[in-house]
């Protein structure tokens, strides 16, 4: 997915001197959480629906986490186990059967929703109908897998997943019976958009208004130009402490409004204990020296990348995109993103910490693991060998600091390649949408990627694809067009070694990354961090690699 | 007085037809500005892109779409956000209503009050260091930028010298309403009521400054002089009684602009959700039916505010009452 907003403010030249030497802020283990109190929140505004088989923001998985549950879910732990699958509403992880096509999920018992209704097998069948129902925005991608999920693709409203969602009263159990293997199924359905509702939730979305879940708050009232209100969850008992823990604040309010800077001074004033945005640029200081005490920071699975449309020319030639790969200063651009600390030079697609990831960079004057310095001569050579210098390039980039000055340095990288280059800066809210149709002829951009769940196919098939490149469509996301049908096939092997051997299949995945990364249907450019600003009374920040902060396990004094 | 009102009522129909159609015009010619994808969410499948456009009537003909979007503003009122999607328009609008009136009267109180005084004085004083100082004073008012301003009073009273006794009483930013702590209210209202006031003291003062040393010139003022009346009352009687017009003119226009989310800046500097913050996030986010909500009721408050000008002038200026 992509973040809502991304480092928007952060400009050239500013560090976080401070930040370094800190160690992330997590609380011990021993320590006794105090039970009480409000949680105070801020972002700068809303960001959308709240329903959550629709809503796709990183701000609202985060409390979705806490709201809801699937039959299974992300472990709620701030290392790097919480990028495993553990059993929620389900009594325990299942096997797959049927050579990876059939899951068979047994239900808790005794789990009520906040309207006081009991979770039955019925209720998850509902649940998963209503995805494709209401048209939730992954069902076609990450969901269209289960057995009759195709024609609830073409008529939702009739949606029945016969056959492929069966539940089983009686037992207690459901099955899920899929077309093919697939080994990041439960991770897919670990995600918020699989969250279980009540039978008698709205089969449209829902919008302002909440839908009860299991999770241990429940929203109390939710207006987007102002307040969204947590409380907890009456009729909620902690079953399992690494799936859904109970949780500390007996309220949580999250405000919409403020502007960064003033959501920044609220935090340090202790007016409010968090801030969703990142801290702008002209804050760093300050916080990396006064405030270092009440900063944490967090690499995250995620690239920054400029995609290159491989149909268009100059960029319909594999040596000019590896020329551009080649000629990237990377650490120029770590630079005018807030420096080292906040991000990490890369050239591969897999960003560190994730599953089939082993360091790699074939685009540098030493080519290897890691990426040292530019090639200029490798790069001049390929150009010209390709011929096409003295062509126009047209640079699309958000209309964020960051993203002009990125896009403003790659017009200098083009321009010293031979290209008469220029930058077109678009409103963030367009740009995304903007590059993915082919209509608009965009030749080169800017732009991001965040896992939605830690498996390579997140990153590689999603987003480099032949199934994911839709011609004239605004949701085509694999932007560089980008089609090979070897890397395809390897791609699919690759998930089919996951089911018979894991082992094998993530080597099968690093190979793939590597040959997508030599393709060069993208520059890397770096991977960011998250800077997470809170106030002094906040204590136990534990940081999910899966969906950040877990609000619900941290306690204020 | 009738036929004046209901030709302005035409005139007001016809501004707000004209801007909704500009601003949905406007909307649809924008690159990338087709909703649907957004509203579908990131890496949807091709159906799920369909299914959205229908839903939201994306894929009829655009007059189509304007009438059903008219329809559901005015008539059914249940036209909903498409960036917070099920956040309904009217009621939002509605609601951020008396924070905007909150900000812009109690800012209009101090700077009608403010501009008199700087105009009354420079105008009496003229030529004196006194004027002088006014207007320099003016100018610089004027000349600020008022999300600077804000900013500034924020970085003071927020945050440079939050917790020392000159500004530890200032609440975190944001709204508080009358009905639930009117101290509150007022406490957290006082400084962006000083900031966006500032510009229009500066303004107005220098405006009836000017006014005032223009008329005291005329010919009536001369005769009032000469019929023996004191210099005090000559001044404030004659001379800025018939001042005030190009006082009252601006204070209409401007009051009606910022009622109407002219306060834009004001409002997001300080985290008050006027219309004009929402205005602001509407334009960011490109959420269409919010920007043609907010837009239309700007024209109706400025046309009303000039329709409200045109009828005060009638109790302000003898020459128009007389005229009648």
């Given at each position: 997915m992509r973040s809502r907003k991304v480092f928007s403010a952060m400009m050239a030249?500013?560090?976080?001197?401070?930040?370094?030497l800190m160690a992330p802020i997590t609380g011990a283990a021993a320590q006794e959480g105090k039970v009480g109190g409000t949680l105070k929140l801020l972002a700068n505004a809303a960001a959308g629906t709240i329903d959550p088989h629709i809503n796709y923001t990183l701000q609202y998985f985060q409390i979705n986490y806490i709201l809801y549950d699937g039959l299974v879910t992300f472990?709620?732990?701030?290392?790097?186990?919480?990028?495993e699958v553990v059993a929620d509403l389900a009594e325990s992880l299942p096997k797959p059967e049927d050579g990876g096509k059939k899951y068979v999920f047994k239900l808790r018992k005794g789990i009520k929703f906040a309207d006081g209704s009991d979770l039955t097998t019925a209720d998850v069948v509902a649940s998963f109908q209503r995805m494709f129902k209401i048209s939730g925005?992954?069902?076609?991608?990450?969901?269209?897998?289960?057995?009759?999920a195709d024609k609830c693709l073409k008529?939702?409203?009739?949606?029945?997943l016969e056959g492929g969602v069966v539940a089983d009263e009686a037992a207690s159990t459901v099955t899920f019976n899929l077309v093919t293997p697939d080994p990041d199924f439960l991770q897919k359905i670990s995600?918020?958009?699989?969250a279980i509702l009540p039978?008698?939730?709205?089969?449209?979305?829902?919008?302002t208004v909440p839908i009860p879940g299991t999770g241990p708050y429940m929203i109390a009232s939710y207006d987007p130009n102002s307040l969204l209100k947590m409380v907890r969850n009456p009729h909620f008992k902690e079953w399992s402490k690494e799936a859904q823990p109970a949780g500390y604040p007996d309220e949580i309010d999250y405000g919409f409004g403020l502007t960064d800077e003033a959501a920044v001074t609220a935090v340090e004033n202790g007016?409010?204990?968090?801030?969703f945005d990142p801290p702008p640029a002209d804050r760093l200081a300050e916080l990396g020296t006064k405030y270092a005490k009440q900063v944490s920071v967090h690499p995250l699975t995620a690239m920054w990348y400029a995609p290159m449309n491989?149909?268009?020319?100059?960029?319909?030639?594999i040596r000019v995109r590896q020329a551009v790969n080649y000629a990237i200063d990377r650490a120029a651009i770590v630079k005018l993103f807030g420096g080292s600390n906040l991000a990490q030079p890369s050239c591969q697609i897999l960003p560190p910490?994730?599953?089939?990831y082993a360091p790699y960079c074939?685009?540098?004057?030493?080519?290897?693991e890691k990426w040292s310095a530019p090639d200029l001569e490798k790069a001049k050579a390929l150009i010209a060998a390709s011929g096409t210098a003295g062509q126009e390039v047209t640079i699309i980039t958000e209309d964020t600091e960051v993203s002009k000055s990125i896009g403003v340095y790659l017009q200098d990288v083009l321009n010293g390649l031979g290209y008469k280059t220029s930058v077109k800066p678009i409103s963030q809210n367009i740009q995304f949408t903007y590059i993915q149709n082919t209509n608009n002829k965009v030749q080169i951009s800017i732009s991001q990627w965040f896992q939605d769940?830690?498996?390579p196919s997140d990153f590689l098939q999603v987003l480099?694809?032949?199934?994911?490149f839709t011609p004239g469509?605004?949701?085509?996301?694999?932007i560089s067009g980008f089609c090979d049908k070897s890397i395809d096939q390897k791609m699919s092997e690759a998930q089919t070694g996951m089911i018979a051997d894991p082992a094998k299949g993530a080597q099968l995945w690093t190979a793939v990354d590597k040959a997508v990364t030599d393709a060069a249907p993208v520059a890397v450019l770096f991977t960011p961090k998250r800077v997470d600003l809170i106030s002094?009374?906040?204590?136990?920040f534990v940081f999910s690699?899966?969906?950040?902060?877990?609000?619900?396990q941290s306690w204020v004094e | 007085m009738l036929t004046a009102l209901l030709s302005r009522l035409g005139q007001m129909v016809l501004v707000m037809f004209g801007i909704s159609v500009v601003a949905f015009l406007i909307f649809f010619a924008?690159?990338?500005?087709?909703?649907s994808a957004r509203i579908a969410?990131?890496?949807?499948?091709q159906e799920t892109l369909v299914q959205v456009r229908h839903d939201f009537g994306l894929d009829r003909p655009l007059p189509v779409q304007y009438a059903l979007m008219m329809e559901r503003l005015?008539?059914?009122?249940d036209l909903t956000s498409f960036?917070?999607?099920?956040?309904?328009?009217v009621p939002t609008v509605l609601e951020a209503i008396p924070i905007t009136l909150s900000l812009v009267l109690g800012a209009a109180v101090l700077w009608l009050l403010g501009g008199l005084i700087v105009g009354v004085i420079a105008g009496a004083t003229r030529g004196t260091w006194l004027d002088r100082t006014l207007m320099i004073l003016s100018l610089i008012g004027v000349s600020i930028p008022v999300f600077w301003l804000g900013e500034v009073a924020n970085l003071v009273t927020?945050?440079?010298?939050?917790?020392?006794?000159?500004?530890?009483?200032v609440p975190p930013l944001g709204y508080i309403p009358f009905t639930e702590d009117p101290w509150g209210w007022f406490k957290a209202l006082v400084i962006p009521w000083f900031t966006l006031a500032t510009l229009y003291i500066g303004l107005y003062g220098r405006v009836l400054r000017a006014s005032i040393i223009e008329t005291m010139q005329e010919d009536f003022i001369r005769t009032a002089r000469a019929k023996g009346i004191g210099e005090r009352r000559v001044l404030m009687h004659h001379g800025l009684r018939t001042s005030l017009v190009a006082f009252v003119t601006m204070f209409g226009l401007d009051f009606g602009a910022l009622v109407g989310g002219g306060a834009l800046l004001t409002e997001v500097v300080f985290g008050l959700q006027g219309v004009g913050k929402l205005t602001y996030g509407a334009l960011q986010t490109l959420d269409l039916p919010m920007i043609l909500a907010t837009v239309i009721y700007a024209s109706f408050f400025v046309v009303m505010a000039n329709f409200i000008v045109d009828v005060a002038f009638v109790f302000i200026d003898p020459r128009v009452r007389d005229a009648h």
């Open positions: 030249g500013v560090g976080l001197a401070g930040l370094m472990r709620k732990t701030g290392d790097k186990t919480g990028f925005p992954t069902t076609g991608t990450l969901y269209n897998g289960i057995v009759g008529t939702p409203a009739t949606c029945t995600i918020p958009h699989a039978t008698q939730a709205p089969l449209k979305d829902s919008g007016q409010a204990d968090w801030m491989t149909n268009l020319a100059p960029f319909n030639d910490n994730f599953p089939s074939p685009f540098s004057a030493n080519p290897g769940y830690p498996a480099f694809s032949c199934a994911s469509s605004d949701a085509s996301v694999n002094p009374r906040l204590k136990n690699p899966q969906f950040y902060w877990i609000m619900s | 924008t690159p990338g500005a087709d909703p969410g990131r890496n949807a499948s005015f008539i059914s009122r960036v917070n999607r099920g956040q309904r328009v927020q945050s440079r010298w939050h917790d020392s006794w000159l500004f530890s009483w």
